[in-house]
T-cell receptor, first 113, second 111 residues
Framework: KAGVTQTPRYLIKTRGQQVTLSCSPISGHRSVSWYQQTPGQGLQFLFEYFSETQRNKGNFPGRFSGRQFSNSRSEMNVSTLELGDSALYLC????????????FGPGTRLTVT | EDQVTQSPEALRLQEGESSSLNCSYTVSGLRGLFWYRQDPGKGPEFLFTLYSAGEEKEKERLKATLTKKESFLHITAPKPEDSATYLCAVQPPDSGYALNFGKGTSLLVTP
C-alpha cells in the first residue's frame, strides 16, 4: 500500500508571497492532519480535515488555511509568508478523525527568504 | 505550560547498552499516549499507543510502559539502526484530541 505523499518536497519563497502544499493520504484514509515542525517549537498541530470538513484547528494565525477534496487529498495554503514560517510541513493521514495513530508523509521543507 | 516533557534531550549509547527514555505529561483525562520514531529527513513513524496506567506494548527491542504521570520507552540491547529521534504525544481532551508532541529524545547508538 502506498504511503502518504507530499509535494513539493522543497520550496523556497520570498517574504510576502503565498504558497500551497499538497498531500495525498494513504488509500482509504479519510482524515488528514497538518503539522509544522521547527527546531525550536518541535511538532505543532495546524489543522485536521475529515470528509472535506475542518474538524480541528491549532493555534496558528488565519494566514494558514487548508482544504480537503472528495478524494481525501488535501492542500495547505500559507499567505503573506513571514521568515518565521520557514519549517518542515508534515501531513499525516489516519482512518478516523481524532485518531492518535497517524501515518506521516516525508514533509515539505519550506524556506522563506 | 508544556503538557508533554521528554528527557533526556539527547542520549548516546553503545551498541547493546540498554536504557530508557522518559515522557512525562500533565494532561488529565488522557485519551491516549503515543510513541513515534523520526529518522532524519523523514516524517514520524507510529510505534505504540498506550491507553491506561499499567499497560505495556513491545516491538522488537522496544517496550513502552505507562503510569499515571509518565511513560517510558525501554530500549533493550540497541543497535545502530535504532538511532533516531523518539517522540511522545498525548491527546488533551480540551484540544479536540489533536496530538500534542513533546520535543523528542535524539538517540544515537554507536557500534
Amino acid at each position: 500500500k502506498a504511503g502518504v505523499t507530499q509535494t513539493p518536497r522543497y520550496l523556497i519563497k520570498t517574504r510576502g508571497q503565498q504558497v500551497t502544499l499538497s498531500c495525498s493520504p494513504i488509500s482509504g484514509h479519510r482524515s488528514v492532519s497538518w503539522y509544522q515542525q521547527t527546531p525550536g517549537q518541535g511538532l505543532q498541530f495546524l489543522f485536521e480535515y475529515f470528509s472535506e470538513t475542518q474538524r480541528n484547528k491549532g493555534n496558528f494565525p488565519g494566514r494558514f488555511s487548508g482544504r480537503q477534496f472528495s478524494n481525501s487529498r488535501s492542500e495547505m495554503n500559507v499567505s503573506t509568508l513571514e521568515l518565521g514560517d520557514s519549517a518542515l510541513y508534515l501531513c499525516a493521514s489516519s482512518l478516523s478523525s481524532g485518531s492518535g495513530e497517524q501515518y506521516f508523509g516525508p514533509g515539505t521543507r519550506l524556506t522563506v527568504t | 505550560e508544556d503538557q508533554v516533557t521528554q528527557s533526556p534531550e539527547a542520549l548516546r549509547l553503545q551498541e547493546g547498552e540498554s536504557s530508557s527514555l522518559n515522557c512525562s505529561y500533565t494532561v488529565s483525562g488522557l485519551r491516549g499516549l503515543f510513541w513515534y520514531r523520526q529518522d532524519p529527513g523523514k516524517g514520524p513513524e507510529f510505534l505504540f499507543t498506550l491507553y491506561s496506567a499499567g499497560e505495556e506494548k513491545e516491538k522488537e527491542r522496544l517496550k513502552a510502559t505507562l503510569t499515571k504521570k509518565e511513560s517510558f520507552l525501554h530500549i533493550t540491547a540497541p543497535k545502530p539502526e535504532d538511532s533516531a529521534t523518539y517522540l511522545c504525544a498525548v491527546q488533551p481532551p480540551d484540544s479536540g484530541y489533536a496530538l500534542n508532541f513533546g520535543k523528542g529524545t535524539s538517540l544515537l547508538v554507536t557500534p
